[in-house]
């Protein structure tokens, strides 16, 4: 058998806990999977050429290092699952802080070490830029170690495996947590696909045909993201038109009134607080995806961009 610190277990076979694998095997790690007992991505994983565990858990004893790589919500119970099985010390890698703030992981499951390696990127692009030798960035704590030095080399040669050329730049579990968190809902998975939505109808109402709705309104959100990755916020305003210059002035008068900011505070005070831990405590994930879900195929939109097909 290989050298125990060689091969790797992570949790799971999902987008997140995919692209850790073929970057870990590229880096030249064996990744090996535990999957609960009604798992369908047994055959997934096969097809994939990697190992799983899945009815034999004392073989779990041999790893000291556990990547927790399924939804926030499934830790509590599969960690009541393994946790018998795993070895006093062993380590337990995070890609999220969440459910270790929500959920209290430390004090239920005290004999663990309890890390932190978050990717700044979805899993995609976790792969996408691994293969194309680009650019990501990633936070770790360690604040839960009895050894913190130990637990930083762990960690920062597990990013390195994984293709993180940036960081990983050292946060608090809290940090993490509250900013990943205030990030998604004030912005990333909110503002961007949403106003993209509106902005697009509105040119549609105005009679403006789907196809240059699409580009003004969607397409162009990847490139101007890209510019401003790129050069910065500073040189940003040097790159764009004129007009677009002064459009920003209005839409930023306009737009982030008092209105938004008191809506952002909100967010935070929501966040801060423990209220949105909460509400997202009592939520059915599924049903929540399968409606938001449901909403977007019924756009236009979604039409529009699956016929285009311009970053396919």
């Not at 960690?79 to 969440?98: D, K, N, Q, R």
């Not at 839409?251 to 008092?258: A, Q, T, Y």
Request: charged content about 25%; hydrophobic content about 40%.
């Amino acid at each position: 058998m290989e050298e125990t610190t060689n091969r790797k277990l992570i949790i799971g076979f999902g987008n997140q806990a995919k692209a850790w694998a073929f970057n870990l095997r590229d880096s030249g790690f064996t990744p090996v999977h535990y999957l609960r007992k009604d798992s369908t991505s047994v055959s997934s994983v096969v097809a994939c050429g990697f190992e799983y565990i899945q009815d034999k858990l004392t073989e779990l004893e041999d790893f000291k290092e556990i990547l927790m790589l399924i939804p926030d919500e499934a830790h509590a119970k599969c960690l009541e699952v393994i946790y018998p099985y795993l070895s006093e010390g062993s380590s337990v890698i995070y890609a999220h802080g969440f459910s270790l703030a929500a959920m209290g992981l430390k004090k239920k499951f005290p004999k663990l070490e309890h890390l932190l390696l978050a990717p700044k990127a979805i899993a995609s692009e976790l792969r996408f830029q691994f293969e194309t030798k680009g650019n990501i960035a990633a936070v770790m704590s360690s604040e839960n170690s009895k050894d913190i030095q130990a637990a930083d080399k762990l960690l920062t040669e597990l990013a390195t495996a994984i293709g993180i050329t940036h960081g990983p730049y050292r946060v608090s579990m809290e940090e993490e947590t509250k900013a990943d968190l205030f990030s998604e809902q004030s912005l990333l998975c909110s503002l961007i696909p949403y106003a993209g939505l509106k902005c697009y109808q509105k040119l549609r109402q105005r009679g403006i045909g789907t196809e240059l709705a699409y580009l003004e309104c969607w397409f162009e959100i990847k490139l101007i993201v890209d510019a401003l990755m790129k050069v910065g916020p500073v040189d940003f305003f040097d790159l764009i038109s004129p007009n677009a210059l002064l459009g920003s002035e209005k839409g930023r008068e306009l737009i982030f009134d008092e209105k938004f900011e008191m809506n952002l505070d909100r967010i935070l005070d929501d966040i801060w607080s423990d209220k949105f831990f909460e509400e997202a405590s009592g939520q059915n994930i599924e049903m929540t995806r399968k409606r938001v879900k449901s909403f977007w195929k019924k756009q236009e939109l979604s039409t529009t961009h699956n016929e285009m097909g311009l970053f396919k």
